[in-house]
């Protein structure tokens, strides 16, 4: 049985200066959250099928008591991975949460990653105030700068316990949020009253329990518009072969998601479904049938697709992440080989638009969920709450940090969104 | 008690053409879905309180069974009311799904709305084909043509019978969709088995279990960019206002969703919250202290709001929707006059991007919530289903044309999103 | 005779710390520039026709020997009037090559326009730096803030003094200039030290030998994605007709390059050709022709066009431009009142996005543009050269302020870029 | 001394239709170009140096009689070589002029560059109406499509003649035209009467004589675009290196330029300045330097830079170019080598945006430019000129193609724009 029980750090003395009601007069008034308050696993039922226990989560949100005192409270906020569209706006929403809404006044950066936690490596943060944040939700990237990897966990204790910050927002994935439940484990063992709250952050949309990651509409509107050049190159040549390589190191949200919104891609490549290249349901072939028959064809590639045919790069990135082969300069090269060996003779072109896709700032849709991200994450952690990530499920849920990096979420082969992705293509649901 | 019931035309004698398994094997799954399938009202439940009968919608979705012989099928779809992001969308994914997942063979668009379907008034329809709607998606407006109104609903129904249409699909508001229910029981008066089908067009997202209606994000994300001209303007000149009118008859979903995103708006103003101007906790007065602090102000004022304060044009356009005064203009004159009078100096900037706006091509969260109504609507329309429009509420389902048409979705002045507004503006839940 | 002289401050005793060639090695190579180069009024010959005298003018640039002490410099940049795009590249530009190029130490930033430079009623200056001009350039708007009209030049002068400012680098229209030539005038008469240099901003395009002004090109970018919405609306419904106001005070440039880019206007309206409603070759018959013959139409209408035909408010505003009626609105009722005459139903749909378009950031084009005339006139001031504002006459030229103030550059009815809109819209050279 | 001389394929019997003035009335008017008049090789002059005899191009533009009968005219349309913003205009424009304002009835699109040309390899011709073209220019591509290199010259001779083919526009680069020009040799050898225009298609810019080609500006804007993400990138890691790749085969003019407009990019690298990677002046150093400074560096490299330094690929591709190694790799993997032996850590982001930029359609800049480019072609040819390609020297001019391949157009280390760009930058004038 899966346990969703958050982790508290001890009773809440304190009165939320938030001013909210207690029992909203309506049910679908904004106002404090009771801690019998849950988010459904499932928004379905069948009424032919008996009822089954369900799976129930905490509901995020304010809480009317706290933990922390606001005026004693030190928050520190690091922002670790690779960049995504919206982390500015979680920093500021953060920052302006705390220091409006519960009036904390001290709101630290850390700078570069975990790097910023270990002394040894890494800068002093910087002390966040209202004119530094003002307008930074209008660029990309993330002003405290980030890096991959974590730091040695008491080194980081140490350095949360020397600066007296009584909680921390860890923005970041898999990895960030495995150190951040490492933090919470460390903080417990001493004893320290320190909440650490993690932010998810992942592009390829492949965190469990977070339905839409901020950062994955604003990349997929981007990965759209990199399909219509590839398709313009498609279409303008004899025999045109546009292929993009796009984010997706596990799952293939993002070519899917930039798939049903371009309808110009007549091949997506995933990594929830092996790729077979040869044989004449392989993808080769499939390819050759569409060449000959279109004269032209747009591929999109997920990154982490096809890696078994790859000999494998091995090793893994300071994230943890297994260093994936390049499938994008293999599908190229294995594309040329074929119709050269085919007599056919392609136009290839070949895009990999990584850098150009999450380095921009986010759009209104990811704006509104960082906001929503932030908020959630400083009511848990005023309220004492820890080793939690704010979860998107059916509404935004406390989530325990283990559930959440216990297993990737991937994309079904047999599910819906990939039915509609099929549905644009008019390809195979699978290869061989 | 609110009855969710679909009809429907009759018996399903044909097998579904999609191929999909009756009971997936895994609940998340793509299959059939059977009629016992339900989609929860609350996704929410306290396991304090006893648990109440509560809200069933019925799932939207493909079935195994379908009412009518695709071969033998005429299917046809209008577009009415103002201009939506992602009409076209809509328009090409209905004719995709009927003609390649159905195989229907014959699928019309009706000119210019209902006018189309009145012959003394409107243009003969035309016949779509692949070619003709390949790469409408990426232009913004309907190429079917849109006009505001019904036409005689006999006339209409006289029409369909005329030319053997079997299905309707109706992509339109509120009135569009009153429309669509009395064609819905002209065509049972009369006997006949023709299903009528609606697909919610709201720019608002004021329709009821539409949580997000498609070109919402789209309206959104335009609004955003021209509050950041406004912002721009304002702080460029001594004591600058930027004063925007965004769309949002009844409801401020668009100028509040813009306004989370954009961050730069002091004072938003919906039609769900009465505007008092004078008073030292009315509008002007606390204009008057944000300018003396900080010399610039931007304004996001939803069209219907303060509609009491306006003389009133009175009367009702041909949709039926009451037509409103000019709140922008009626603003910019008050606020001119009002500075004027306390002898302060304002540079007064005001913008009115309506069409701007709404005409554009949708971006990639509309595209897919485009083509996932526009299927699901050819779904149930295949099965016999009638008088019902696709809605959104923890998922698709289908909806009960009165259900979604007897009364609006208003933004709760003690919910959630207005909290975010009121966090990210600073300004007063409520004036006066 | 036109004299094309600039004015000096005196000797240039310094030598420039730009460290060029003095008479460079070839041509084509960048030099310091001397007094004797000139840029030719024509670049066209007929061999045919006997030479006349022609008009040069002065070639802008680095002179190898300047009147300023960079150490002892003191210089101020002021910008004034409309928004323009590109006023915060000029502002980061004429910084950094008075800090870089030249050593200067002390510039500063006039707030909100000549206001500031009247105590009475303005803001103290700001004194820029390296960090605070860094990213300015990729906002609309201007970091110094703007103002209409001009202040007493003795108390302008008597500012100038009192700060110990040795130049004044004046960004504005035609208003702007004038009083940029006041000042210098008052200077000579104290016998003062300063130099008046302009730097000519005009959306409009319309100031003489400018040819093509900063801001234009991403003005033309934007109104030209606005008359697609506008073609868009007009295409969406029977007889739409999609009327969209541009800039255009006096001259029609704006609203010409964005028909020849945008291709979808149907009449573009400016104010160098006079505007004729009635009669079979005036506006409203030939619009009715073209609505009957294709039932939608766009058109683009300048502001400043068509002036005779309102009562005019009369008056003028702070900067001394005539204050115009407001023609689109005017059109508008025109159009509606004739079609309702006609007993023809249209579908109206009318933008006017003035502040949209001029409060973005410069495109490439336009950043390019901006850097030249900021350097230049850095140059030109450094040089000890006064009264005069860079032009634009088949290469940057220093041009005497009145020559540029005398009158506007109009587009020629008879010239080739009004025969390219003729070409794009099909409409007749003049109406009637 | 160079010859401009253009040649005619005989005497000019037919009155043009375009109905403009002989003798313009006002010099600044539109009217047809007599064939003494002249556009100059500079617009410069040193009033103290002696005049000497200079440089004179033949003005582009519509002649009074023509050579052609466009009742028995048929033209053909080609394009060629890699993608560029601005294609689709060019063909719309030629077909426009060619069918309204010349009355030409038979106007034909190539398919697939000079492939088309040879219907041993290629396709056949399209014939091109006005619905066909109505709206292309607003996407990126070309509609007819396009390839590298020539055919055999007779067998593209002897398709004109068997087509009735009276001229052929040429759309392409250096390659393309030294191909038109052979195939003009050839008609001249076999006596016939088919005109040959090219227009100069560069993205790089580097056409001789063409100041401005189209496509430039709006490659420049996206590249722009693109040394922002790189720029977020560089910010967002401790010692980011960001590095761009971009387009510049023999000359760096869209590296320049985008340097210019972006202003965040430290070091640029083009072919036309010898790479010199070692030493304490070379670039390795230097970039330390500046990254023990300022802890991140962006690079905008052209494509063409630093080839002395690969091992080269050698040979030529299709269009006769010289096959280039991938300096954008190898500068990667330098500068990666570096850091590792200084143990320096740093963050390496590589951008290769070639095909995202290529593909785009055309700015409004770019639309102007490619009309202009596309009528002056029509205008040569109907007047029977042969030969030529259109230039852009101080206003359109009719140039004979051996004079704009003869050599390409570089930029000068020690001209105007290299110094803008050092400014921008602060890197040295040259490496070592």
Redesign the interface.
Known sequence: MVDTTISNLGECKYKSPLGL?VK???????GFV?E?????F????????PAVSEL?FE?AGPRENIFFDPAKTRAAIVTCGG?CPGLNNVI?SVF??LH??YGVQEVFGIR?GY?GLNPAVG?APIRLDADMVDRI??????IL???RGNQPIPVMVDFLVKNNINMLFAVGGDGTQRGAQQITEEVKRRGLSIAVVGIPKTIDNDIMYVKRSFGY?TA??MA?E?L???H??A????NGI?LVKLMGRDSGFIAA??T??S?DVNFTIIPEIPLILEGEKGFLETLKRRILNRKHAVIAVAEGAGQDLLAGAGGKDASGNVLHGDIGIFLREKIVAYFKEQKIPV?M?????S??IR??HA???D??LC??YA?NAVHAAMAGKTGLIIGLW??FINLPIPLATGKRQYM?P???Q???VI??T?QPIRWG
């Open positions: 009601n909203p007069a309506k049910e679908e008034d904004f009771s019998s308050e849950k988010v459904r499932s928004h379905e039922v069948d009424i032919d099928r129930l509901k960049l500021r302006l949460c409006h809404a570069y790097q800068e939700h209008q660029a990309g990237g993330t700068g980030s890096s509409t997929a509107d759209h990199v219509t050049c590839a313009t190159e279409k303008s040549y004899p546009g998601g930039a049903i919104a309808q136009n072109k070949y895009i990999d638009p850098y150009i380095s921009v759009n209104s849709e704006s509104f906001d929503q908020r059916n509404g079904n047999d599910g819906f990939w039915n509609c549905s644009s008019g």
